[in-house]
């Protein structure tokens, strides 16, 4: 606290990531990255781009990776939108296209960054709850807002809203913003990429933290109408021009072009993730259905956090959130190796 904040500063509640323990051998399970490293193909264009060039400023417009984005999906250069993380571009949209009078819809239980935004950016909303079976019920929010955002597959549950339900929702909602966090949707579900031609209402936001195992590059990307990338662009170029160095935007290129390398690997997980489940069903834990590159389970007979404690003792971390209480019994537990998980189930079955 000083007197020399800014008087915004004093009312923010910052978003807190997972931990990052800088302690080598451990079993890290606990911020749903990869457990595969990156394309050979990435490392390839990092090393062709530590080079004299490095001594001039990046593309500010990211031309070459929006138009490998647009190809990826079959969309225009013009429909997309490229930033520093998809948390970045997640910002800019709070700020360029939900800052409206009415308040912003979202689930009680998600991406515990949305509410820090509107802290931000001095944004009204309402929390819409989950069902009992913590799924997203559209008909709950078919109500006048400021704008609709959510995951899909929802954080930190996993569970995955069909696609024609989020085209009932938009049927319903024309005269304010839907937003699509699709940061897992490479592990399960169906995109809502293949509806932005149809809806101008739509942006879906991508990240190639996850699937594309590059959480260290920090690159993520919106498509959707031109004007909601125009939107886009009016705030980042108010705030930054280069928000991805030449590092970023040439790897995350590479990473777009390289279908075999990503199917192979997202498959792998979705693979490991489904032996996973099985194991943690048979030892008596409660598994809600995942279509992310993570899983949310409860032990009936064992707390949450208790669990999570005996876990990092024994050099497993894996995520606990204390809030919502109604979330509190539950581990959230990323998709790593086999070997990983193998290690996960080993440590608790001396547990439960
Ligand atoms: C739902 C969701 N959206 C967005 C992000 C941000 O990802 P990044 O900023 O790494 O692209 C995360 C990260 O965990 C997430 O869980």
């Not at 594309?212 to 690159?219: D, E, H, P």
Request: aromatic fraction near 10%.
């Amino acid at each position: 606290m000083s007197k020399f904040w800014s008087k915004i500063v004093h009312q923010l509640t910052p978003y807190v990531p997972g931990e990052q323990p800088k302690i080598n051998n451990l079993v890290k399970l606990n911020t749903n990255e990869n457990p595969y490293g990156p394309s050979p193909k990435v490392l390839e264009a990092l090393q062709k781009e530590a080079a004299d060039t490095l001594r001039l400023y990046p593309d500010p417009n990211s031309d070459a990776l929006k138009k490998a984005i647009a190809e990826y999906h079959g969309l225009s250069v013009n429909q997309v939108f490229v930033g520093n993380g998809s948390d970045e571009v997640l910002a800019h949209t709070f700020n360029a296209l939900l800052k409206h009078d009415l308040p912003i819809l979202f689930p009680d239980v998600t991406y515990s960054f949305y509410p820090v935004y509107c802290g931000l950016y001095e944004i009204n909303f309402e929390t819409v709850a989950l069902s009992n079976a913590f799924e997203i019920q559209v008909d709950d929010y078919l109500k006048p807002n400021g704008g609709i955002i959510f995951p899909n597959p929802n954080a930190p549950t996993g569970r995955v809203l069909l696609l024609s339900e989020i085209e009932r929702l938009l049927k319903a909602n024309q005269d304010s913003v839907v937003i699509i966090d699709e940061a897992y949707i490479d592990f399960g579900g169906e995109s809502a990429v293949k509806l932005v031609n149809q809806y101008p209402q739509l942006l879906v936001v991508h990240t190639l933290s996850k699937s594309r195992s590059l959480a260290g590059l920090r690159v993520g990307y919106a498509v959707g109408h031109p004007d909601l990338i125009d939107a886009l662009h009016r705030v980042k170029d108010s705030f930054n021009s280069y928000p991805l160095d030449r590092f970023a935007q040439a790897g995350a290129i590479a990473a777009m072009q390289d279908k075999a390398y990503f199917d192979k690997t997202r498959q792998q997980v979705i693979s490991t993730r489904e032996k996973l489940v099985s194991e943690l069903q048979g030892m008596g834990f409660e598994v809600l259905p995942s279509g992310a590159n993570f899983i949310f389970a409860r032990h009936p007979a064992h707390e949450g956090e208790a669990l999570a404690n005996q876990l990092r003792a024994k050099n497993i971390v894996i995520r606990h959130f204390k809030k919502p209480a109604k979330i509190a019994q539950f581990l959230r537990i990323t998709i790593g190796t086999d070997i990983e998980c193998q290690a996960l189930v080993e440590a608790l079955k001396s547990m439960v």
